[in-house]
């Protein structure tokens, strides 16, 4: 039998797990428990008391293999936890290789791509390298083929010079020749031509005396008869003295005359176009009807039609009205001088200026002078002659002034030909005291090419510069509206696309930089031409932008072209 918590008196000192207990036993608790198993044993439930305590055992037992089974869920749920913690950290692993198979992946492409981009680099590198030995190879070719070709103009100019000296000593020697072969054959005939002079002589002589004989016989009975009869003398004496006076006063009253019409009435040769009642080759055109014509009368604003930047325009303003009322205020007038780059507007304002100042006007081209040659002065003279005789005041415009008028007077060079020292001093004299009679504009390109002299003479100088970005866009619209939108003269009318409107203008504008007033209009001229030229009447956008294309290539060519010369003579 089992009795809880017995083991015997002397049980040896463990416990149930076996430890030793020697020395810390208490026979207190053994006691009562041996008198409590008596006391069971003497009971009459014991029997019931063993069954309750093996109902205990089994239920303890039972408890313990509840607790096993419950060890052996927990150790499945473990088992399952473990299981699933290994998974997660599979994943995690696999997931992490993954991570860095990619990042590997990553920083190799970034090596392959950056090893690329090295290799371009240095490729580049290596074209630049080719790029800049082809060049400075085409520099030393373009270098040697200058030093070849100012060889070859040397020998060439030596060469010619060399035929050039060979021709002159040839010539100088065949003319030495034919002149020794003349001086032989004059010497030869010279006896020849001695008698046959000495023969013609003495018959000339000898006719001479016959006539001169018979002119005083006759002259002798005349004088004889004449002083003989005083009547006849007296009547002689006054017929031949009315006769002299006669024709010497119809001389000098013609001479008179002639310089009266041709001063009055005659235009000189180098006026161009003039304002004055002049002879023309149909009729000759009275003062009064000259004045009432169109172009002799003012025509509104000056500046209306001339597109200037607003300094410039309101000096050239001042300038023309104390021009205009010079006469009226009693001041003389003041030269002016215009000049700057061509097509910038010059030609315009001196014309209008001289059309619309009330003023008579004459417009002459520098060109005109150097033909003349020798009759240049004579013609400059009478010019100024007719200029002074102006009741109004005239205005002499003279374009390209610089033809004839340019520096040269003393020059180291020489240039100048006597004849053009001696009209440019002309022009000198007649201008060197202020005037009250004509007014001298000059127009010129380059104003420091005129002579010093020359420059001395202008009152006022005014420079016509290149328009800006809103001078030219005016400068097209004005052009666009003389031009395109107003019907020709023969009645033909252009369509203008929508596209072309203030926007595209102001486009042109900003793309013909640098264009003169003059390239703008054959701009716009341009346009007209090449819509007529293309068999319609409409003017699109597309034409217009080729049109504009092909002026800004043709611009830029005469630019490379003119750098080239300037190049080639330098």
């Known amino acids: 039998m089992y009795y809880p918590g017995g083991g015997g008196g002397g049980g040896g000192g463990k416990k149930e797990d076996g430890s030793n207990i020697t020395g810390k036993f208490d026979p207190t608790a053994l006691e009562r428990g041996a008198k409590a198993l008596k006391d069971l044993d003497t009971s009459p439930n014991a029997t019931k008391a063993f069954e309750l305590t093996k109902l205990a055992e089994q239920t303890k037992q039972k408890e313990l293999q509840a607790e096993i089974e419950q060890t052996s869920a927990q150790r499945a749920q473990y088992q399952l936890q ?89 010539a100088i020697a065949r003319a030495k020749a034919e002149a020794a072969g003349r001086i032989d054959q ?15 002589k003495a018959e000339e002589r000898k006719t001479q005396l016959e006539s001169i004989q018979a002119i005083f016989s006759s002259l002798g009975s005349g004088s004889k008869t004449l002083l003989e009869d005083r009547t006849k003398m007296t009547a002689l004496v006054g017929g031949l003295t009315a006769l002299a006076v006669g024709v010497y006063s119809a001389r000098a009253a ?44 003012p025509k509104g604003n000056l500046m209306e039609k001339i597109v200037l930047e607003d300094e410039l325009a309101e000096r050239l303003q001042w300038t023309t009205n104390s021009l205009v009322n010079a006469k009226k205020n009693g001041t003389p007038f003041r030269h002016l001088l215009l000049h700057g780059s061509p097509g910038t507007g010059k030609t315009l304002f001196a014309r209008t200026l001289a059309k619309q100042s009330g003023l008579d006007y004459a417009i002459m081209s520098g060109g005109d002078v150097g033909p003349l040659g020798k009759d240049a002065v004579h013609e400059l003279n009478k010019l100024f002659s007719w200029a002074q005789s102006s009741r109004k005041g005239l205005i002499l415009f003279i374009d390209e002034a610089d033809a004839f008028l340019r520096t040269g007077r003393g020059s180291d060079g020489g240039a100048m030909s006597e004849e053009a020292r001696n009209v440019l001093s002309a022009f000198l004299h007649h201008t060197g005291t202020e005037s009250d009679k004509f007014v001298v504009v000059l127009a010129t390109n380059i104003r420091d090419i005129l002579d010093r002299a020359v420059l001395d003479r202008i009152d006022e100088s005014f420079e016509f510069p290149l328009p800006s970005f809103g001078e030219r866009r005016r ?38 930089d640098g264009f003169s007033g003059r390239q703008l209009a054959k701009l716009v001229i341009a346009y007209q031409a090449a819509v007529f030229g293309s068999g319609t009447t409409r003017l699109t956008s597309g034409l217009a932008e080729t049109v504009l294309r092909y002026k800004l290539a043709h ?16």
């Open 82 to 170: 473990r299981t699933q913690m290994d998974a997660e950290e599979k994943r995690k692993t696999i997931s992490h290789q993954q991570e860095q198979e990619k990042r590997t992946a990553e920083y190799k492409a970034r090596l392959d791509s950056e090893l690329y981009q090295s290799k371009l680099e240095e490729q580049q590198k290596q074209i630049d390298q080719q790029l800049q030995l082809q060049n400075d190879q085409f520099v030393r070719q373009e270098e040697m083929r200058k030093k070849n070709n100012i060889s070859l103009e040397e020998v060439k100019r030596r060469t010619m010079e060399e035929q050039a000296k060979l021709d002159r000593e040839t």
């Open 186 to 200: 004059e010497r030869e005939n010279v006896e020849v031509r001695l008698r046959e002079m000495r023969a013609r």
């Open 254 to 297: 013609t001479r008179v005359a002639g310089n009266l019409i041709e001063r009055q009435l005659m235009r000189p040769p180098l006026v161009r176009e003039t304002s004055r009642a002049t002879w023309s080759k149909d009729k000759l055109v009275p003062a009064l009807v000259q004045q009432m014509l169109p172009w002799n009368k």
């Open 555 to 570: 611009r830029e060519e005469d630019a490379h072209k003119a750098a080239n010369s300037q190049a080639d003579y330098a």
């Open 475 to 512: 400068m097209l619209e004005m052009f666009m509206e003389e031009h395109i939108r107003r019907p020709t003269a023969k009645g033909k009318l252009i369509e203008v696309d929508d596209g072309i409107n203030s926007e595209f203008m102001e486009e042109v504008a900003r793309r013909t």
